[in-house]
Protein backbone atom coordinates (compact mmCIF):
# COMPACT_ATOMS: atom_id res chain seq x y z
CA UNK A 1 0.00 0.00 0.00
CA UNK A 2 2.79 2.07 0.74
CA UNK A 3 6.33 2.44 0.28
CA UNK A 4 9.22 4.41 1.20
CA UNK A 5 12.27 4.53 -1.36
CA UNK A 6 15.58 5.75 -0.60
CA UNK A 7 18.38 7.91 -2.10
CA UNK A 8 21.30 9.80 -1.64
CA UNK A 9 23.85 7.78 0.01
CA UNK A 10 27.34 6.88 -1.28
CA UNK A 11 31.19 7.57 -0.67
CA UNK A 12 32.04 10.45 0.64
CA UNK A 13 35.40 12.21 2.55
CA UNK A 14 35.47 13.32 6.08
CA UNK A 15 34.42 16.83 6.06
CA UNK A 16 32.13 16.38 3.03
CA UNK A 17 28.16 16.93 2.81
CA UNK A 18 25.57 14.36 1.74
CA UNK A 19 21.60 14.44 1.53
CA UNK A 20 19.53 11.57 1.87
CA UNK A 21 15.72 11.46 0.37
CA UNK A 22 13.02 9.48 1.34
CA UNK A 23 9.96 8.96 -0.74
CA UNK A 24 6.52 7.79 0.17
CA UNK A 25 4.67 6.24 -2.61
CA UNK A 26 0.61 5.18 -2.56
CA UNK A 27 -2.43 6.52 -1.27
CA UNK A 28 -2.48 7.84 2.78
CA UNK A 29 -3.50 10.80 4.34
CA UNK A 30 -0.54 12.08 5.90
CA UNK A 31 2.85 11.42 7.00
CA UNK A 32 2.52 12.14 10.73
CA UNK A 33 6.00 11.07 11.78
CA UNK A 34 9.48 10.82 10.01
CA UNK A 35 12.13 9.94 10.82
CA UNK A 36 16.44 8.21 10.26
CA UNK A 37 17.93 5.25 11.91
CA UNK A 38 21.62 4.28 11.29
CA UNK A 39 22.89 0.52 11.80
CA UNK A 40 26.93 -0.11 11.78
CA UNK A 41 26.91 -4.52 11.47
CA UNK A 42 26.90 -6.08 14.15
CA UNK A 43 25.32 -3.19 16.12
CA UNK A 44 21.83 -2.27 16.59
CA UNK A 45 19.77 0.08 14.38
CA UNK A 46 19.34 3.19 16.69
CA UNK A 47 17.17 6.90 15.83
CA UNK A 48 19.69 9.73 14.01
CA UNK A 49 17.08 12.02 14.01
CA UNK A 50 12.85 12.43 13.51
CA UNK A 51 10.56 14.91 12.48
CA UNK A 52 6.60 15.52 13.53
CA UNK A 53 4.22 18.05 14.56
CA UNK A 54 3.96 17.69 17.80
CA UNK A 55 7.64 17.26 18.68
CA UNK A 56 9.98 18.92 15.90
CA UNK A 57 12.89 18.32 15.46
CA UNK A 58 14.70 15.46 17.45
CA UNK A 59 18.43 14.48 16.65
CA UNK A 60 20.55 12.21 18.88
CA UNK A 61 23.83 13.73 20.53
CA UNK A 62 26.25 12.69 18.07
CA UNK A 63 24.81 14.47 14.72
CA UNK A 64 23.45 17.69 16.40
CA UNK A 65 24.68 20.84 14.89
CA UNK A 66 25.43 18.40 12.13
CA UNK A 67 22.84 16.68 10.55
CA UNK A 68 19.00 18.59 9.52
CA UNK A 69 15.85 16.43 9.06
CA UNK A 70 13.52 18.44 6.83
CA UNK A 71 9.95 17.27 5.02
CA UNK A 72 8.65 18.98 1.44
CA UNK A 73 4.70 17.54 1.81
CA UNK A 74 3.86 18.55 -1.74
CA UNK A 75 6.37 15.73 -2.72
CA UNK A 76 5.67 13.23 0.41
CA UNK A 77 9.32 13.48 0.77
CA UNK A 78 11.51 13.99 3.86
CA UNK A 79 15.50 14.49 3.88
CA UNK A 80 18.13 13.92 5.81
CA UNK A 81 21.25 16.73 5.20
CA UNK A 82 24.52 15.50 6.72
CA UNK A 83 26.91 18.09 7.11
CA UNK A 84 30.40 17.65 8.33
CA UNK A 85 31.10 13.95 8.03
CA UNK A 86 32.72 11.91 9.71
CA UNK A 87 34.19 8.33 9.68
CA UNK A 88 31.87 7.64 12.55
CA UNK A 89 28.82 8.27 10.79
CA UNK A 90 29.51 5.48 8.50
CA UNK A 91 26.24 3.29 8.33
CA UNK A 92 23.68 1.64 6.57
CA UNK A 93 20.65 4.52 6.95
CA UNK A 94 16.78 3.65 6.78
CA UNK A 95 14.20 6.15 6.45
CA UNK A 96 11.14 5.16 8.94
CA UNK A 97 7.62 6.81 8.81
CA UNK A 98 4.72 6.67 10.51
CA UNK A 99 1.72 6.92 8.54
CA UNK A 100 -2.22 7.52 8.77
CA UNK A 101 -4.62 6.17 5.99
CA UNK A 102 -7.47 7.83 4.76
CA UNK A 103 -10.47 6.36 6.66
CA UNK A 104 -8.50 5.05 9.05
CA UNK A 105 -7.03 6.86 12.72
CA UNK A 106 -4.45 4.51 13.59
CA UNK A 107 -0.94 4.97 12.28
CA UNK A 108 0.83 2.41 10.46
CA UNK A 109 4.39 1.76 10.52
CA UNK A 110 6.82 1.31 7.23
CA UNK A 111 10.83 1.24 6.64
CA UNK A 112 12.66 2.12 3.78
CA UNK A 113 15.18 -0.83 2.29
CA UNK A 114 18.36 1.32 3.75
CA UNK A 115 20.92 3.28 1.93
CA UNK A 116 24.84 3.09 2.80
CA UNK A 117 26.65 5.95 3.89
CA UNK A 118 30.51 5.75 3.89
CA UNK A 119 32.88 8.38 5.29
CA UNK A 120 36.49 7.52 4.53
CA UNK A 121 39.59 9.47 3.69
Known amino acids: QVQLVESGGGLVQPGESLRLSCAAS????????MSWYRQDPGKERFRVASLSDRSGELYTDSVKGRFTISSDTAKNTFYLQMNSLKPEDTARYYC???????????????WGQGTQVTVSS
Open 26 to 33: GSFASIST
Open 96 to 110: YAEIRHIGDRSLWHY
